[in-house]
């Protein structure tokens, strides 16, 4: 038989109501009163409803974090300082994952259990944030925007400095010598792919450098992507000097595929990542990349939407992380007789 | 301001109750009356409170998953196919993680958030299960026991064959001419590590070989963990032939150190991992390790606790799923003249 609050009333000589004032720390009951009753909560192993309390409160202290795939790495990182941040508030975390191509159940998010979503997933033109909005629902974007095409923000967002950290690598490798440069993207359907991909492409066209369409590959966020994307890229006619992989996990996707086919990196092939995550860092992959603090983004989240929970009303900010290159082992320059030739 | 039942049942001609009978599936509603109720539900972008709801129902249709670090890929390979199979079954999943060292906040697994828990990271003596089975509320073991020492299971658990598993490996190395063996293990409070390395250790001396103190080091399950334990069995007066890491995560650590100290695998040393995760099939990896069906884990903990639901008093059951050695690139029989020699 599970402990009643009228048990815990009962030991502590208090009336029920009493029980459940001290336990969610109502001012009204004394310090005094409130420690009799958690004292006699504790010995009789009670732990309040979440459900009563709810409904008494109108709060639910949790927060729903909704991602992609958690087998991508990327997510992992966000969602770590996520968690604890939300936690140092005050707030459990409820983590809502897509998986692969299932329709995601979004009830949870409408239906009481949450007090506030951070959506780190969404894809360009997706209705959810405005859904949530509408229904006076907190919600912060972290990592990805949905309505990259518009400039003003429909919900708080916290977004990567995609275009810098995209041009940055853009003039990595022009200055490097590299003419001959080919991109492996993600979903046309994420801002993070189409923000890279066209920051990339732009700053290419300023170096006078094409970006053809025959040496641009798009595909899911993974590891396959970049593993099929490189060999379909290297058995192009005149294969590219260097690949810009929109991100790690398709750049890492990419270096196994290299490995596999025997062609050196960088020797043969510069190759450059995004995000920075741990597995780029490694010895048996030293990934030249372009670092975004998740941190930072995670605080950033974290606050904008502690402060939308306390002003609902407030209009829709958009906070920039910036970006910065790092440089590893898979670019080097071309050497000067390749790079003045424009085929091999 | 959001819709509330009562426009759903003014829109429909029914009753509030009815609208509420309607959507949570009741049998003494006619078909006609909860398509009519369905009807006018989405038509008003209705969702039902699920507060509410579970305090009329005593369910939540949720399932709490406790993992160990998601920064583990061990975990999203694990949760992945547990999400899928607890949501064919209806039930969504709440993730609650451990982070670090901090004091994990278990409230939710026993405020009524949820109609059920699977444990995947439990540590041996942890009394939470059992605390969960006195309350009443179904629980599941997946991947680690809390009761290693006991051959009764004091709740429900599915475990990997961890001796086998690792006498398989022991007899590998053996075999291969090594005498010389090496092991990097996780946190002895973990059943998984202290049941490979103890099963390792009997193996290699039903063989005759020993497992010195000086070739074993001990760590987190973490990339760290293989990192600085190789740079340390390396550095021995007599460093290994072969070392066995005892999970994945461990022996790409170990196989990172190696490439960054120039130490070739397998030419120099042989490595041998446990559990196939992804990055263990990688080109740049090629780690030969051990397979565990994390599929099949997840149905049977799905399959389990979905019976103790129904069944809250039936006896605790163990199921354990088969292991499979997996030969890829980082093993190698000795030369015979090395494999003759006691020492290099």
Redesign the interface.
Known sequence: M?TTSSDVARLAGVSQPTVSRALRGDRRITPATAQRVKRAAAQLGY?????????ATHS?K?IAVVTA???N?F???L??PL??LL?RAGF??????H?GN?EV?Y??L????VDGVVLTAGSIGSDLPARLES??IPVVLANRSVGALINTPIVDEVVPDNAAGARAVADLLVRSGHRRIGCISGPETTSTAREREAAYRGALAEHGVALPSSLTVRGAFA?ETGHSGFATLMKADEPPTAIFCVNDVIA?GA???A??LSIAVPDDVSLVGFDNI??AA????ELTTVDVDLSLMAAQATELLLSRIAEPSRAALRRTIPTRLVLRSTHRPLPLDESASPSK
Chains 1, 2 share one sequence.
């Not at 459990?92 to 994952?97: E, F, P």
């Not at 409408?110 to 259990?113: A, C, I, K």
């Not at 490694?282 to 992959?285: A, F, H, M, S, Y």
């Open positions: 599970p732990v309040p409803s979440n459900v009563a309390r709810s409904l639910t949790r795939e958690l087998t790495p997510y992992p990182e969602i770590a968690h604890d936690e459990g975390t409820i983590l809502v994952t998986r299932a159940d009830a949870p409408f239906d009481g259990s229904r006076g590891h890492i270096l196994n595929s490995s596999g741990p597995a490694w010895e048996l992959t």
